[in-house]
């Protein structure tokens, strides 16, 4: 028998992205966030949702572009770290030795450090309620040579991206390939 427990924001799981974006003066900022996914196809739309209260929510409506470094299992606790402090008072650059590095695409940065980076520009902002979210059009996917598979695409086995758990707030690893989508199912 299955317990109501509320409404409440309870999916499993939910991504641990580092969102980049500049400040008015330039400065790279990059923030923790857990509230976002694919969202469209065509275009490569991802969306991520900010509350109003935080520094990179006011960066995003200035600069209209952000971007999504995804970091790895071994870099949870930086990971941890830029969702603990503002960017209005702390450089967590400076404080966690990650790098920030300047998009080609979008005025945004990325951290060199992580394997999976994508570059977006707003297409939409959405006021939702506490949070607003961002749809952002994906101008590009960059990844680190070494995190790729034989046809050239993102390995999630070799990036190890970490998973949030909102229920109990606690990141998790990726767990073993299943089988492939489309596929498993046609023996039913």
Same mark, same amino acid.
């Given at each position: 028998?299955?317990? &109501?427990?509320?409404?409440?924001?309870?999916?499993?799981?939910?991504?641990?992205?580092?969102?980049?974006?500049?400040?008015?003066?330039?400065?790279?900022?990059?923030?923790?966030?857990?509230?976002?996914?694919?969202?469209?196809?065509?275009?490569?739309?991802? $969306?991520?949702?900010?509350? #109003?209260? %935080?520094?990179?929510?006011?960066?995003?409506? =200035?600069?209209?572009?952000?971007?999504? &470094?995804?970091?790895?299992?071994?870099?949870? =606790? #930086?990971?941890?770290? +830029?969702?603990?402090?503002?960017?209005?008072?702390?450089?967590? +650059?400076?404080?966690?030795?990650?790098?920030?590095?300047? &998009?080609?695409?979008?005025?945004?940065?990325?951290? *060199? =450090?992580?394997?999976?980076?994508?570059?977006?520009?707003?297409?939409?902002?959405?006021?939702?309620?506490? @949070?607003?979210? +961002?749809?952002?059009?994906?101008?590009?996917?960059?990844? =680190? $040579?070494?995190?790729?598979? $034989? %046809?050239?695409?993102?390995?999630? *086995?070799?990036?190890?991206?970490?998973?949030?758990?909102?229920?109990?707030?606690?990141?998790?690893?990726?767990? $073993?390939?299943?089988? @492939?989508? +489309?596929?498993?199912?046609?023996?039913?």
């Amino acid at each position: 028998m299955k317990h &109501s427990l509320g409404a409440k924001t309870l999916i499993y799981p939910t991504p641990t992205w580092i969102i980049g974006s500049y400040d008015q003066q330039a400065k790279p900022n990059g923030m923790t966030a857990a509230w976002g996914g694919i969202c469209c196809s065509d275009p490569p739309c991802v $969306a991520v949702s900010l509350r #109003k209260a %935080t520094y990179s929510y006011g960066n995003l409506m =200035e600069r209209q572009a952000f971007t999504i &470094s995804v970091p790895t299992e071994s870099q949870a =606790e #930086k990971a941890d770290y +830029f969702g603990l402090v503002s960017g209005r008072d702390t450089d967590k +650059f400076a404080a966690t030795g990650w790098t920030p590095i300047r &998009s080609d695409l979008v005025d945004a940065p990325y951290i *060199q =450090e992580c394997p999976l980076v994508l570059e977006c520009k707003i297409l939409q902002v959405n006021e939702l309620g506490l @949070h607003t979210q +961002f749809v952002g059009q994906i101008l590009d996917v960059k990844a =680190e $040579a070494e995190m790729l598979d $034989a %046809t050239g695409m993102p390995d999630i *086995q070799k990036i190890l991206p970490i998973v949030f758990s909102p229920g109990n707030r606690v990141y998790y690893g990726v767990g $073993a390939s299943l089988g @492939h989508a +489309f596929e498993i199912g046609k023996g039913i």
